[in-house]
């Protein structure tokens, strides 16, 4: 190990200038030589038979090489089947990289022209003519369960795709016992989570080697390759992707798409390279959607307000397919399994089931579930306060768990190692200055000025274990891997199975590895996001990049700095245990000597092996691996409050102010978590007053478009201040826990208790996000 | 996506414009700013065969003061009206309406003849252009017309402009002393269309309304002078309840419509918050 | 409609001319990007909304997916590239990465241009009136925070200058 173990906090993220210099390389950005553009014909429908499609009109429009249809690319693609199977029965079905006999979602791709330009592209696709016979299509999950709805997949025999039972025992008489007894209804609306860069993919099909190379925007390369090369009966080695900058992730990047798949397949047709975009308007309709669901739920508490029993029930919409790979459970699955963990509790029962419907598929966005989770247990808290008298910040206080309690396993079954809920509610309380904003709320409310204080405390669940997804069969990795080799320059070069899109995985470990190593920052180099230079890794999901990449940079670095030193101790003949490396310098520890240098070390070990002792040949190239295997997730927490005004005449809520006070175990680089809380908390903001997919009884979806999604903008965001508190998980050396997720899971439960804290003097509250200003109006009684 | 085929021309001339209209060569578009043409050109929602582009076109640029109007031709940029010194004196409803529309990057490019011209019911100049009682200049190969703003709005997209028409400019009395002139409207993020708005141009006379023009937008197809709602405020002392007879005789003038943005019911319960608010503001 | 309309057009880019031939309908955008090789400028919309397509026509910031690229013909467009060279923004460019403004990069050229005319146009450099000003460029990474931050440290720089 370095004698000092300090990762410098201040060190900047180098690898930002390029794009503040408009230097970023993104999909888009590529153009290889005799490449042509693929644009896809959609459904207008969201379920139809495709009874014949005619794309001799289309063939004809100068410039257009190929069209192409399901049965085309059938012999090419295999279709596959999203499953877990380590989480209970889940009925799957089939999808198909182009359908053939009928489509099940409006904006599912049916045909792809293949033309000079996008333009071209486009002219033809609209003269490309479907034969739909309209099908009744599945669109309320509610609707979805009665027996005489229509199926979206009739083989199945039902639209329930997969459901969860959890009863930990005696709930019945713990909520028969309670002093109080509440019962809620919650409803979180669909969103998608619109990267800023649309998804895309350049496939370039090498007939004469059979190797095929895709330029793709995807969280996760080697999880991609592996995908890919099943589906197209290709060897994965004979496959490379290769992620380029990639402008947002948030989860929506991790799945397989069926325009992207397609296009790898049409190259693979056709022989010529090709690229496709998606444009914002096919964005909508074919991104993974996300939340969507219903929770009803009952909480019984003490007077003394401590929780006595919980029950949840939730209603999830999961489209016509489960997401490939990881299916559209975990969503579902993470409302039953978090809803109660942040707090002490004894009794605990949940239920969620999983409806197919006619709808784009759902799938992991940032905060999967867990926002939804929270937003219930936060609801259901403040609820009790009102219930019983006591303060918000105080009934938390009772029943979160104790900092000096942990490891604890909560009532769900999870293991949560170390966490500082009491200690970060504490420290947010005085950060807000909570007594001081009580004050003004109540001063407000006698002249019409209706504040109001939301408070959240949550636990994130991060760098999942392999038994999350590995286990169920699905090919999701949860390693990931660091590649060190000492150039003859006395540099390094990293390579890593971790992307990065914006989070500053690359800063980070950047950060590790000079720290460990003790070489300046700037004498790293790190390559990331091509399977063909990068050792397999799983990527960037699930806040891992960190925790779980920066383990591996750790442990490779470590090994690195031994090997280093072991040169030197060869060369200087001098024990490798009293030497140490600063600043790419090697150092005598007993004499405080300089006794060599990396340049030297690079520059013997590549070139002049002849001064070296014989039989040593030294391997200044080191891969190491690691995979978090103690704990199905590590879990972090974080604290958040929200400061904000109901305007009662409009129902348009200002925020003013946001806090936040995360513990993500180790912190490597302060500003990079504050930004990824301060990101998370807008997208957060995002949901909770803004996003919704609203569809029309026939499964469109009608303001599939940038001018009607409404998206957080920075005049109506308010400052966040963050704060942090440092448990370090034990689970790896570095300590780092997951820091992504946490301020998206905290804020819309914040919110909405923010937004009843000021509606509290009318006796009304809000449940259903997004928490628009005709439904506070309508709760006002001010329309009806 | 991208739009379909084009012909495009860079007029030179008023007069090439108006022959190019008189005998079209199919669908054929103006295009000014291209703030709001081009979105629906991008999205294929519009198809014309041919753009003319009259950004060239000087002589439809410029704002002036004669003969007691205010004039403001029609290729003027929305951010050259928020600037405007002379608006700001002549016309401050303009002013106060302007910083509604759009973010900088559209208003860089976005000209009142084309907003106008469109006459999107969500869009705060059209209403401004009736409730300050605005005229409007309109040429085509046969001659020029001034067409008041009061009677231009028809219908959804619907205006006295027909398609030989070029709109030359758009003129407004000037303010005096006693004008006084109020802005509301309800969007959800700064710079988005309204989903409901009043904008009020009155002359307040020794604390009496000697004139009130209250124009209610994004309520139905075209911005509405309520004038039912004048009648009881104009030269009325001004209590509450005269204040709540105002407000439900919105109902009466303003057949307000819901739509996807804002249900009915919302709309008339701010049309009526709203005008409230600004008498409020304006009386004092 | 059978044959693709075209347009010779010369335009000014970064100070430099360029002289090109496109189809009628390219947006400056894709002319940018696509015939001239400046992929800076960002495409995120094509609706006018989300400002990563921003640039400079005649000095003043502009959707460059809302413009054609006919229209630039004669004019004067500066791209990212081009402030970039120029050396104009660098202190910026500086804070920016200071504060950790810029996470997947996307909209960052476009909130760089953006900010840089509010900075020139002489607005007092409240908070509220940077964010009311940035509204109409989205950020979907950084939560806007950052950003503010680091135009406020310069406004604030040139209004002690
Ligand atoms: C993101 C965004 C937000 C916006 N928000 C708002 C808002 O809040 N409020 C608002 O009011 N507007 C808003 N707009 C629209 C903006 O104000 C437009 O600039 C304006 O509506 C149209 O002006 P233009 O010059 O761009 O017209 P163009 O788009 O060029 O043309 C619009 C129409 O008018 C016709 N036309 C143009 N000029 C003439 C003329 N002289 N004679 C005859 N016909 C003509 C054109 O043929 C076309 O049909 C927004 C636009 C965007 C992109
Ligand atoms: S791409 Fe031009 S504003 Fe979004
Ligand atoms: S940094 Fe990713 S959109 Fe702004």
Redesign the interface.
Same mark, same amino acid.
Request: charged share 30%.
């Given at each position: 190990m370095p004698d000092p173990f300090v990762i410098d906090p201040g060190l /900047?993220?180098l690898s /930002?200038?390029?794009?503040?210099?408009?230097?970023?390389?993104?999909l888009?950005?590529i153009?290889l030589t005799g490449m042509l553009h693929v644009c896809f014909v959609r459904s207008p429908y969201a379920h139809a038979k495709i009874a014949g499609i005619d794309t001799s009109a289309a063939r004809e429009v100068?410039g257009v090489s190929h069209v192409i249809t399901g049965r085309d690319l059938a012999p090419v693609c295999r279709p596959w089947t999203a499953q877990l199977t380590n989480l209970g029965e889940m009925k799957t079905a089939p999808q198909s990289a182009l359908p053939v006999e009928t489509v099940k979602w409006q904006g599912e791709p049916v045909a792809a022209v293949v033309a000079s330009s996008? /333009?071209?592209a486009?002219?033809a696709a609209?003269l490309v003519e479907v034969d739909y016979e309209e099908l009744p299509a599945v669109v309320d999950p509610e609707a979805a369960l009665k027996p005489d709805a229509p199926l979206v997949h009739p083989d199945l025999g039902t639209n329930v795709a997969w459901s969860i039972n959890i009863d930990t025992g005696e709930v019945d008489a713990a909520l028969a016992g309670s002093d109080v007894v509440i019962e809620k209804t919650f409803s979180v609306d669909r969103q998608t989570g619109?990267?800023?860069?649309?998804r895309g993919a350049i496939a370039d099909y090498d007939p004469a080697k059979c190797y095929l190379t895709i330029h793709l925007t995807s969280q996760v390369p080697h999880i991609q390759r592996y995908i890919y090369a099943r589906q197209l009966g290709l060897n994965e080695a004979n496959v490379r992707i290769i992620c380029p900058?990639?402008?947002?992730?948030?989860g929506l990047k991790l799945h397989v798409y069926s325009d992207e798949i397609a296009t790898a397949a049409i190259s693979m047709l056709i022989r010529r390279p090709v690229k496709f975009t998606a444009?914002?308007?096919e964005s909508f309709v074919s991104d993974i959607h996300a939340r969507g669901h219903r929770v009803s739920a009952r909480i019984g508490v003490n007077n003394d307000g401590k929780i006595q029993a919980l029950e949840v029930n939730d209603l999830a919409g999961a489209g016509p397919f489960l997401i490939h790979p990881r299916t559209s459970v975990i969503e579902p699955l993470l409302v039953a399994i978090c809803t109660p963990l942040a707090y002490d509790l004894k009794h605990y029962r949940a239920g969620a089931s999983l409806v197919y419907q006619n709808k784009v598929s759902t799938g992991q966005y940032r905060g999967v579930g867990m926002p939804v989770a929270s937003l219930v247990a936060e609801g259901l808290v403040d609820a009790a306060a009102r219930a019983t008298g006591l303060d918000k910040a105080e009934i938390r206080k009772r029943n979160l768990f104790r900092d000096d309690a942990y490891p604890v396993t909560g009532i769900s079954g999870e293991y949560l190692e170390c966490l500082s809920q009491q200690a970060s509610l504490d420290k947010l309380l005085k950060m807000m200055d909570y007594g001081r904003l009580q004050e003004e709320r109540d001063a407000g409310r006698d002249k019409g000025i209706y504040k109001g204080i939301g408070l959240a405390t949550v636990v994130e669940g991060t760098s999942p274990s392999p038994a999350l997804y590995a286990a169920g069969g699905a090919p999701i990795s949860s390693r990931d891997a660091c590649t060190l080799r000492l150039e003859a320059g006395g540099n390094i070069s990293c390579a890593t199975g971790l992307t990065d899109?914006?989070?500053?995985g690359e800063a980070v470990v950047t950060q590790v590895i000079a720290d460990v190593i003790g070489i300046p920052s700037n004498e790293i180099n790190i390559v990331m996001g091509d399977t063909a230079t990068t050792p397999f890794g799983g990527g960037t999901w699930a806040s891992r990049s960190t925790a779980i990449a920066g383990e591996a940079c750790l442990l490779a670095a470590t090994e690195m700095r031994e090997k280093i030193l072991e040169v030197a101790a060869a060369i200087h003949e001098q024990p490798a245990d009293i030497l140490t490396i600063r600043a790419g310098e090697i150092f005598n520890l007993e004499t405080n000597e300089k006794v060599s240098s990396l340049a030297e070390i690079g520059k013997t070990v590549h070139f002049n092996t002849h001064t070296l002792p014989a039989e040593f040949e030294p391997e200044l190239i080191v891969t190491r691996h690691y995979s978090q295997r103690e704990q199905l997730m590590v879990y972090a927490n974080c604290a958040l409050g929200v400061s904000l005004e109901v305007d009662v005449?409009?129902?348009?809520v200002t925020l003013h102010k946001i806090w936040a006070v995360d513990d993500c175990g180790r912190i490597i680089n302060e500003?990079?978590v504050?930004?990824q809380?301060?990101?998370?908390?807008?997208?957060g903001i995002g949901s909770s007053?803004?996003e919704e997919c609203?569809y029309d009884e026939t499964g469109q979806l009608?303001?599939g478009?940038?001018?009607?999604y409404?998206?957080p903008? /920075?005049?109506?965001?308010p400052?966040?201040e963050c704060d942090h508190i440092e448990t370090p998980t034990k689970a790896t050396q570095l300590g780092a826990k997951g820091c992504g997720e946490a301020g998206i899971i905290a804020v819309c439960g914040a919110i909405m208790n923010g937004i009843n804290d000021a509606l509290e003097p009318f006796g009304v509250e809000v449940s259903s996000q997004p928490f628009?200003?005709?439904k506070i109006?309508r709760a006002l009684g001010?329309?009806? | 996506m991208k739009p379909a085929k084009f012909n495009y021309v860079r007029a030179g001339s008023v007069d090439q414009v108006l022959d190019l209209l008189e005998q079209p060569a199919g669908f054929v578009k103006i295009l000014a700013g291209g703030q709001s043409l081009n979105p629906t050109l991008n999205m294929r929602l519009s198809a014309p065969d041919m753009l003319i582009d009259i950004n060239d076109l000087d002589e439809l640029r410029g704002i002036r003061v004669e003969e007691d109007r205010l004039h403001v031709g029609a290729l003027t940029r929305h951010a050259e009206l928020e600037r405007s010194e002379l608006v700001a004196g002549h016309a401050p409803l303009l002013t106060k309406a302007i910083q509604h529309v759009a973010h900088a990057a559209v208003r860089n490019r976005g000209t009142i003849g084309g907003n106008v011209s469109l006459a999107d019911p969500a869009s705060e100049l059209p209403a401004c252009c009736v409730a300050l009682d605005a005229s409007i200049t309109i040429r085509n190969k046969q001659g020029t017309r001034v067409v008041r703003a009061r009677d231009y709005f028809k219908d959804l997209y619907e205006t006295d402009l027909q398609e030989n028409d070029l709109m030359i400019s758009i003129s407004f009395p000037l303010a005096g002393d006693t004008t006084v002139c109020a802005f509301r409207e309800f969007v959800r993020r700064r710079g988005d269309f309204a989903s409901t708005g009043l904008v009020v141009n009155a002359e307040l006379v020794d604390g009496v309304f000697t004139s009130f023009s209250p124009v209610f937008f994004a309520v139905a197809n075209t911005p509405v002078l309520a004038a039912g709602v004048a009648q009881l405020l104009v030269n009325r002392t001004i209590t509450g309840e005269v204040v709540e007879q105002a407000v439900a005789a919105v109902d009466h003038d303003v057949e307000i419509t819901g739509d996807s943005n804002m249900s009915e019911e919302m709309k008339r319960h701010l049309a009526g918050h709203y005008l409230r608010e600004v008498i409020g503001e304006l009386y004092g | 409609m059978d044959k693709e309309p075209r347009i010779s057009i010369s335009v000014t880019v970064n100070g430099a001319l360029v002289e090109a031939e496109a189809p009628a309908r390219e947006s400056l955008a894709d002319f940018l990007r696509h015939r001239v090789g400046l992929t800076g400028t960002h495409v995120g919309c094509e609706q006018g909304i989300c400002g990563a397509c921003t640039v400079r026509f005649d000095g003043r910031i502009a959707r460059s997916c809302l413009t054609l690229a006919a229209q630039a013909h004669g004019h004067s467009i500066e791209t990212i590239e081009g402030v970039t060279d120029s050396g104009e923004i660098a202190d910026l460019q500086e804070a920016f990465l200071r504060h950790n403004a810029a996470q997947c990069g996307f909209c960052t050229p476009g909130m760089l241009i953006t900010a840089a005319e509010f900075l020139n146009s002489g607005e007092t450099a409240r908070r509220e009136s940077i964010r009311q000003f940035l509204s109409g460029n989205y950020c979907r990474c950084t939560g806007y925070h950052a950003i503010v931050d680091a135009i406020a440290e310069i406004a604030g720089k040139k209004a002690d200058a």
């Open positions: /900047a993220r /930002a200038r390029k794009f503040v210099q408009g230097r970023g390389r993104y888009d950005d153009t100068g996008r /333009a071209v486009e002219d609209e619109v990267t800023l860069e649309p900058d990639i402008g947002g992730g948030f444009d914002r308007l899109q914006g989070q500053g005449n409009t129902g348009l500003k990079l504050v930004e809380m301060r990101g998370s908390i807008v997208q007053l803004y609203i009608l303001n478009n940038m001018f009607e409404l998206l903008m /920075a005049g109506e965001m400052d966040i628009t200003p005709e109006l001010k329309i009806v | - | -």
